[in-house]
């Protein structure tokens, strides 16, 4: 049995991603963190899909991420912009996936998890620079180096399963895998109910990929 | 002027890392982590070597990295040990390195640092994996890929100064800059005033060094 670290934010490619590793067969740890977020949602949100799909167990981390300022989805004094304007979007959170990579790094280690799985996706993509594939590629190296398990020359291994889908593949997979997007949230400002904008970047990508996929798109606007 | 952000954990290494970017003119930003660690006077410490050292400023995070257990450094039930027992011991914190490079990567991004100092040392370590050149060089290859900065070319460096240096060597460096080595607190188990208990690896790697650089020990055992 493939012990794994799944990161689940909530939304829609993590629940994919996670139901692609519980296909697989993996036994999988899901990961959700309270790092200041505005969309608080996202975190009821995350702890319904691990359970809807069937995960092992269910942690939630505080880290301060907020506390640091610099990202529209942390900072309140910052508007979520309804469009892209080009180049890295203010929603951007510095180091955000290096960071919960980290801490997904650590848990792997305290249990003997041997992959860590992250639902990014560099097609349909925000354009954060922490979601390309040779980003990947570099985190796995790092931990490596950086854990017993990989000094002791076991396998470690960062899976990003969902980095070359377009969101339109990733919905068709999940709906395949009997993934409920009713219950994710993607939206950068849902209300407490979990309810979108319809407006933000996020909700943009999302509803164009269930118009791409001819699936019926679900998402509970407000 | 350059920006740092400088990671500081209240100990020798640190403060003396400190000491030599503020000696090189940089404007140094100190951050300290509250992870639940046992030995919590270090918290004061590293406020106290950041003023009187002269950082620009420090700033303290919290991340729970302690709720995730498999340390004897964060979980009160894991005994620390007297001595080495060959391989990498319990006081090993899961990935805490790459944590807390991530969290002051992510520092560095908000206020546009250009460098991140972190004082690990490979030569009179406790034998943690995430101490060694091969890791500071891949954390610095990821940094480059995660990151704003990395992404438009401008310079990001992580910074280590330390690591092949023996720790007489550090106690050297540290005196002739002016370190004031009585406020810092590299115990594993300080009480809550930052005693010492003279017992534990760090205890003993640190009074070896004074010993070694024939300097006068100045720590403050209980």
Redesign the interface.
């Known amino acids: 049995m493939s012990r794994s670290v799944v990161l689940l934010s909530g939304g829609l490619d993590s629940a994919t991603a996670l139901a692609m590793a519980i296909a697989r067969g993996d036994e999988c740890h899901t990961l959700a963190f309270d790092y200041g977020q505005r969309h608080r949602a996202e975190l009821s949100a995350a702890r319904r899909v691990s359970v809807a799909l069937g995960a092992a167990g269910h942690?939630e981390?505080?880290?301060?991420?907020g506390?640091?300022?610099?990202s529209a989805l942390t900072d309140r004094r910052v508007a979520v912009p309804e469009h892209s304007s080009g180049g890295?979007p203010v929603t951007?959170?510095?180091?955000?996936?290096?960071?919960f990579?980290?801490?997904a790094?650590?848990?792997a280690?305290?249990i003997d998890a041997h992959k860590i799985v992250i639902g990014v996706n560099a097609v349909d993509y925000s354009g954060y620079?922490?979601c390309?594939p040779?980003?990947i590629a570099?985190?796995q190296?790092?931990?490596r180096?950086?854990?017993?398990r990989?000094?002791e020359g076991q396998p470690l291994t960062i899976d990003a399963p969902l980095v070359t889908l377009s969101k339109a593949d990733i919905i068709r997979r999940g709906r395949e895998l009997g993934v409920d997007y009713s219950s994710t949230v993607s939206c950068y400002q849902a209300d407490e109910q979990g309810r979108a904008c319809g407006h933000c970047d996020s909700c943009r990508l999302r509803r164009e990929g269930f118009a791409a996929a001819a699936v019926p798109d679900p998402t509970r606007y407000r």
């Open positions: 942690r981390l505080r880290v301060a991420l506390e640091l300022g610099g890295i951007y959170v510095p180091a955000r996936n290096t960071v990579l980290s801490l790094l650590a848990l280690e305290v620079p922490d390309r040779e980003y570099a985190f190296s790092l931990a180096l950086a854990t017993k990989g000094v």
